[in-house]
């Protein structure tokens, strides 16, 4: 029995030494796990996020089209909206209340729209006054003289020297001043 004791701690001390190195794996790979989840809700919400905008554009694009194309809407200035929910929002102005009326009926008619929040303004007429440009007032040129005075520079410029060997025969022109070394 006394035997079977040390060899039952070594066993012991083996599956405990065992289960500690488990510990280290077990941490790295509940962290990659977690990693990965991560990744992919964030890929998820990306998504999810780029088809509500791709919903947003289509829903915008459907309602333009029937504003543009639509013969009431003829001198309208329109800007359009479109929320998350499905919304559309329409601001900007109208010729009269018939065509603020059919903008409002053309979004609200839409296959997508939820709502319609109207902000359109119906335009009075509007009258052009066409105005009478200013005199133009011609001023003469003045004359401006600027008499700058001439600058004088000098330049002293030292004589070149001439060194020459002994026993050559040398031509110096009049004026030129000669030292002799010796």
Known sequence: MTRILPAALIAAAALTTAAQAQGPV???????????????????NAVARGQI?????????RVSQRLTFDKQMVGSTLQLTVRPDGAVVLQGSVADEAAKRRAVDLAQSTLGVTAVVDDLVVVKDVK??????????????????VVVPPIETRVVVPPPRVVVPPGTEVVVPPGTKVIEKR
Do not use: H, S
Request: hydrophobic fraction near 40%.
């Open 26 to 44: 077990q941490r790295a790979g509940q962290a990659i796990d977690n990693a990965g989840k991560n990744i992919r809700r964030g890929v998820e």
């Open 53 to 61: 905008t791709v919903l947003e554009r289509d829903l915008l694009g």
């Open 128 to 145: 052009v006054i066409q105005t009478v440009p200013a005199q133009v007032i011609i001023v003469p040129p003045v004359e401006t003289r």
